[in-house]
């Protein structure tokens, strides 16, 4: 992986990590498209500079995290979920994270999805005692944390699953959305580090010692990645938070629906778009 890769990738996860689009289907696409060879450091890459992405989001929203201390066990009701999930199929996972015609098949039918959302879900309809719903009840935060589970499946997008899963218990948009933010940041912290700890022990098997873990230029991609990841995803909360709280997911739907569309159609047309 050159620097050239490193901040390509870390820009596109910037921009979509948020977004209801798949983060990490569009880094995979992105590696297709760029050559990138799948070596363990580059998987491990992908993952990492998720946590600066993630970390926008405590500037943005830093005031909200001097809250109660129920707004912090709601995030743990609602993360637990994904936690177990992840553990028992962790190499099916892995083992999706290298199709792309999963993520384009996904990226399709999660279009669609996204086309019918402001309809099946009306924001006159969130509603609780007469008021929007903004804060989700215990249950509703469990409920939100199961759909995140959906997005194990590369191309489905956490954001998402999430969302729709904050919009079937009635939340508005903007509080869906920032929900599905929040959650973002014990789910994705949690992956990097057990990522970082499988490569820390596959590196074990292969005598190489905790110094040398990482070579200096890999210390510097991933210092680069997470911070071009956390400007521009500082920048891309901002707009989309604003976006769908007014215009709602349609555009999201149709953009998806042309990419997945676009990457079946060259699959089908024999392009190899497979990760190497």
């Given at each position: 992986?050159?620097?050239?890769?490193?901040?390509?990738?870390?820009?596109?996860?910037?921009?979509?990590?948020?977004?209801?689009?798949?983060?990490?289907?569009?880094?995979?696409?992105?590696?297709?498209?760029?050559?990138?060879?799948?070596?363990?450091?580059?998987?491990?890459?992908?993952?990492?500079?998720?946590?600066?992405?993630?970390?926008?989001?405590?500037?943005?929203y830093w005031k909200r995290f001097?809250?109660?201390?129920?707004?912090?066990?709601?995030?743990?009701?609602?993360?637990?979920?994904?936690?177990?999930?992840?553990?028992?199929?962790?190499?099916?996972?892995?083992?999706?994270?290298?199709?792309?015609?999963?993520?384009?098949?996904?990226?399709?039918?999660?279009?669609?999805?996204?086309?019918?959302?402001?309809?099946?879900?009306?924001?006159?309809?969130?509603?609780?005692?007469?008021?929007?719903v903004t804060n989700p009840s215990?249950?509703?935060?469990?409920?939100?944390?199961?759909?995140?589970?959906?997005?194990?499946?590369?191309?489905?997008?956490?954001?998402?699953?999430?969302?729709?899963?904050?919009?079937?218990?009635?939340?508005?948009?903007?509080?869906?959305?920032?929900?599905?933010?929040?959650?973002?940041?014990?789910?994705?912290?949690?992956?990097?580090?057990?990522?970082?700890?499988?490569?820390?022990?596959?590196?074990?098997?292969?005598?190489?010692?905790?110094?040398?873990?990482?070579?200096?230029?890999?210390v510097k991609l991933l210092l680069?990645?997470?911070?071009?990841?956390?400007?521009?995803?500082?920048?891309?909360?901002?707009?989309?938070?604003?976006?769908?709280?007014?215009?709602?997911?349609?555009?999201?739907?149709?953009?998806?629906?042309?990419?997945?569309?676009?990457?079946?159609?060259?699959?089908?047309?024999?392009?190899?778009?497979?990760?190497?």
């Amino acid at each position: 992986m050159t620097y050239w890769h490193a901040l390509l990738l870390a820009i596109v996860e910037g921009i979509t990590e948020f977004l209801p689009v798949s983060s990490t289907g569009h880094m995979i696409i992105a590696s297709a498209l760029l050559g990138v060879q799948m070596t363990p450091f580059a998987k491990l890459y992908l993952v990492v500079i998720q946590l600066g992405a993630i970390l926008s989001v405590l500037v943005v929203y830093w005031k909200r995290f001097f809250q109660s201390f129920d707004f912090y066990l709601k995030l743990l009701v609602a993360f637990l979920p994904i936690v177990v999930v992840g553990l028992l199929l962790k190499k099916h996972i892995d083992a999706l994270l290298e199709s792309v015609t999963t993520v384009g098949a996904m990226l399709l039918l999660g279009g669609v999805v996204l086309l019918f959302v402001d309809r099946w879900f009306p924001q006159e309809d969130a509603q609780r005692g007469g008021h929007p719903v903004t804060n989700p009840s215990w249950k509703e935060a469990f409920v939100i944390g199961l759909f995140q589970c959906l997005a194990v499946v590369p191309g489905v997008s956490r954001s998402a699953a999430t969302i729709i899963g904050g919009l079937t218990q009635k939340l508005t948009r903007r509080a869906a959305a920032e929900f599905a933010f929040f959650l973002a940041m014990p789910t994705m912290a949690a992956a990097a580090a057990k990522d970082v700890y499988d490569y820390y022990k596959e590196a074990k098997l292969h005598g190489i010692s905790p110094s040398h873990l990482f070579s200096g230029q890999e210390v510097k991609l991933l210092l680069l990645g997470n911070a071009v990841a956390f400007v521009v995803a500082l920048l891309a909360i901002r707009l989309f938070v604003g976006f769908v709280a007014k215009y709602g997911f349609r555009a999201f739907g149709i953009y998806r629906i042309i990419v997945g569309g676009l990457l079946l159609l060259l699959i089908g047309l024999g392009v190899n778009l497979q990760l190497v």
